[in-house]
């Protein structure tokens, strides 16, 4: 019983932008009280018992207990370095301001300040740049500027951006079919589709995250991932790999958004085989190495060590930032062209908002009108041009090119899917982007 | 039976200095046909099912897989990050010199080349510092710069020169009883030992390491670690606190040197309790960021987080070399004293050679006459005044202070007792010491 919860935790924690969750809700805990410092998570040599947090009973993704483990993932789990290399990290000017009073009407009509929707949104660390200069920076609880954390499907963005570069390379074609790279796929759902309709997920394909079935197949792949305990006899899949090659088609590809993270799992296959290295390697060379990040991120991996690129990166917080800035500057950060514009100008462009439609979400913010996914990207088309890579329990980077603001935030909202946060966090970053471009 | 032997192997790692074990050792394998790349394992997307290296099953301690495994451990298991700090790595100046062809007598007699060694001794990384100088510098297999290596049992050097650290600040009173700190031992074989008795290892404790007898306390000690995969039903020891308290007395404390993994781990916990830090950001404090590292080094941790002091550190290549740089200055490197003078002097002057005479090992070069051991550091007593740290398989932080001379080295050596190669690599290092003074 016990098990089943954890399981369940487990897995909503992989489903970001599921609607379902936050119309379930309970009534959510009081921020404060939530803290993990206060409540005494994991001091102590030895923390006392009812203070521990640890992998094998699935206390590790319950609430209140994920506002440590989502800053220490892997003091319980595998991982794998994403290296930052051996030069000095890239300069973040900064100039602060006090943001903490800054004023807006919130997405229930109420009058809100920052401050009040960091807390209401159960905020780890935010930073904000504006014009590149770092204007406001808090870490909170157990988080620190050289801790990783979790950033879940965000992840997914980064995936989404090595394809776009290896596609700009030559060495990644997104107009073949996915067996071009991944022959072991075409027996399953992606068998007749190609790497674009992977990209931005309008797969069919028979992937349920609903966690009051325990055959759900969220189920398989978390275990299949290590991320769940896998009980005596267990005879599902062993690794992602495995689990990725038994997915069936349902309906038909190419037609509507469906946010699946198993997409993301066959993206990252596809990635390393096209250029011969591991999500982390590649993240290091392409990516981290250039942005002059100051400290390593890095993955959760499976039993044989491979990445899950649907929601395994644990990521320092001025280094998400940095990479956000590079977005927003069209590729180019640390004196040099890291990625190339044209991927990001094709991002920018956005997915098919038709398409993003049929998810069939609530007209809010984050999700409503205009909002398509584009290369593991939500791309809101608004007259700011956001665009954002966001995992749930509120993990974002946030893009406004128009008000040159990037805003990078960890949280631990109680409730895994975004659209349960998002609505508030975006009235704030809305009317921080406003005050700035008086 | 795979599980027994796995843990045979497992637990022999963590048995440094053991003399049995090469008394009983099988005719070796060749070290070239045992180069991790040539085999492939843990090659491709996925890797072949016979070339995976795992936890689950112990593959992961066993070679030829141990020349992936020992660069890798926290790709296998949980680890806590000794983080750098974010200022700039110190610099290691390089002015490097052909030593390949270097030739000296071996410990059987015969003529040898510096290469040789370092076949034989199955190294996998090796850098020598002289006058502060980086004159040679070697990585092959799956060894590289930026990646850590398990250092087994030098850790236990690192966790000594912290508590002399800590002694020399006032914070930690080595004439103190370990109960002073840890009340939780008062009715362990601790109860009635000092801190300083505990440092030196002349501790009478039951603790067996006999691989053979399935009720020895490592099999104990390694599941309470999180390094063998515990039974269903198990109802030992769950952390490394839980088995340190259940340990018994036997014979009498001050007398005779025994090479105990526990007494690392005890002083682990003394060390946690006197500072109220945990070991890895004591260590990122005290040592880590003062050195200027150029990679954060990392410890595994058992289900609740604790770290291993006694085995469980891997540590870059270069920075371990820092380490040992910095100890044969006396303390003082990077611009800053980093360990008390006084410290040092107390290790290099040793602990009592007669206590070190009555472990019984044989009179070879690292173990032979003259040798004592003094917070957690082999100290020779020979002309060239040689100390250094060893963790088994061959890890080395070898500090000459007569020839200006430090050796940082790792291996995956199919013997897990030192025994098995110090000799050899004594004389090698021995006739580099020699050939550098001329």
Redesign the interface.
């Known amino acids: 019983m016990k098990a089943t919860m954890a399981a369940a935790t487990v897995l909503a924690a992989l489903a970001s932008g599921s609607a379902s969750l936050a119309q379930t809700a309970p009534a959510l805990p009081d921020p404060a009280a939530t803290d993990s410092k206060a409540l005494g998570w ?1 001091q102590g ?3 006392p018992p009812d203070k ?5 009973n699935g206390s590790f993704y319950s609430f209140p207990r994920t506002r440590w483990s989502f800053s ?1 993932m ?8 994403v ?1 930052r290399g ?1 030069s ?2 890239s300069v973040l000017p900064v100039e602060l301001k006090n943001l903490d009073q800054l004023s807006f009407t919130d997405d229930k009509g109420a009058k809100a300040t920052w401050a009040d929707m960091l807390a209401r949104t159960y905020t780890d660390s935010i930073i904000v740049l504006h014009k590149g200069k770092v204007i406001y920076e808090k870490y909170s609880g157990s988080a620190e500027p ?1 801790l990783p954390h979790s950033a879940f499907s965000v992840t997914k963005s980064f995936i989404g951006t090595l394809a776009g570069i290896l596609a700009a390379e030559g060495t990644l074609d997104p107009a073949a079919l996915v067996t071009k790279y991944v022959p072991e796929l075409k027996d399953s759902a992606y068998g007749d589709a190609t790497v674009r309709q992977v990209m931005d997920m309008t797969i069919g394909v028979q992937y349920s995250e609903d966690y009051a079935n325990p055959k759900a197949e969220v189920f398989d792949y978390a275990r299949s991932g290590s991320m769940l305990p896998v009980p ?1 006899g267990y005879a599902g899949p062993k ?1 992602f ?1 495995e689990f990725l090659v038994r997915l069936k088609k349902e309906g038909s590809h190419g037609e509507a958004f469906a946010y699946k993270t198993s997409n993301a799992e066959v993206l990252t ?1 596809i990635i ?2 096209a250029s011969g290295k ?1 999500a982390s390697a590649l993240m290091s060379e392409k990516i981290w190495q250039k942005l002059g990040a ?3 991120a890095y993955f959760s ?1 499976d ?4 990445e899950s690129g649907g929601g395994g990166l644990s990521l320092p917080l001025r280094d998400m930032a940095r990479f956000g800035e590079m977005m927003r500057l069209g590729g180019k950060f640390n004196g040099q062209q890291i990625v190339p514009t044209s991927v990001i100008e094709d991002i920018r462009k956005g997915g098919d908002p038709a398409k993003f439609a049929k998810a069939g979400y609530p007209n809010v913010a984050g999700y409503g009108s205009g909002y398509s996914y584009r290369s593991m990207w939500w791309v809101s088309n608004n007259r700011n041009g956001v665009f954002d890579a966001r995992g749930i329990h509120g993990q974002r980077v946030y893009i406004d090119p128009k008000a040159e603001l990037v805003i990078a935030k960890f949280s631990s909202h109680p409730i895994a899917g975004n659209i349960a946060n998002i609505p508030l966090t975006d009235a704030a970053f809305g009317a921080l982007a406003d005050s700035l471009s008086k």
Request: proline share 13%; aromatic share 14%; charged share 15%.
């Open positions: 994991m040599f030895p923390p521990v947090v640890t992998f094998g220490h892997r003091e319980m789990v595998p991982t794998v370095n290296w051996s000095a990290p050289q005596p690794n790999y296959w390393k085989r591991s100051e400290n390593d991996v039993s044989i060590g491979s």
